[in-house]
């Protein structure tokens, strides 16, 4: 008889860059600061992440920090998404008033996924494959915060 193991995955999925990667990120998140989307490449199989990344999830080639940084454009394409009535930044509040919807957006000339809001949107104007572009902060400081979301364009 073989044995079965069942994970069960109850609870909340904290959808923000909550981790802090060093200078990677720092260097993503000043790019903010003049409302520009900045990844990097691997060297290696010039696979390109943003956000950026210190080893290359395709080939675990080093991504040296002096160089392989590539200005991306703040458009991109929605590969998902999810509505959900709680806040996603902060897990321990209740349910807020209206559901959000919570979209995973690839960046164009990027190969991997950001989380951010879907912002003037209703679930029936929703479509994968759909082109969104970032909706910027008036004034922005350099961190996640400075996109408010992404907008349908
Ligand atoms: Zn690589």
Not at 10 to 35: L, P
Not at 40 to 52: A, D, I, L, S, T
Not at 84 to 95: L, N, W
């Amino acid at each position: 008889m073989s044995e079965k193991i069942i994970v069960a995955n109850k609870g909340f999925v904290r959808a923000e860059f909550s981790f802090w990667v060093g200078r990677y990120m720092d260097k993503f998140y000043d790019a903010f600061e003049n409302k520009k989307i900045i990844g990097n490449k691997c060297p290696k199989c010039e696979k390109r992440f943003v956000p950026p990344r210190k080893i290359c999830g395709e080939c675990y080639e080093e991504i040296i920090f002096d160089k392989n940084w590539v200005d991306l454009p703040d458009t991109g394409i929605l590969l998902n998404y999810t509505i959900t009535p709680y806040k996603v930044t902060d897990r321990t509040s209740r349910k807020v008033k209206k559901s959000q919807i919570i979209g995973m957006i690839q960046i164009e000339g990027s190969d991997t996924a950001i989380v951010y809001k879907l912002l003037n949107m209703e679930p029936e104007d929703i479509s994968l494959g759909m082109k969104v572009k970032a909706e910027w902060e008036e004034k922005p400081i350099g961190n996640s915060a400075d996109i408010k979301g992404f907008v349908k364009i």
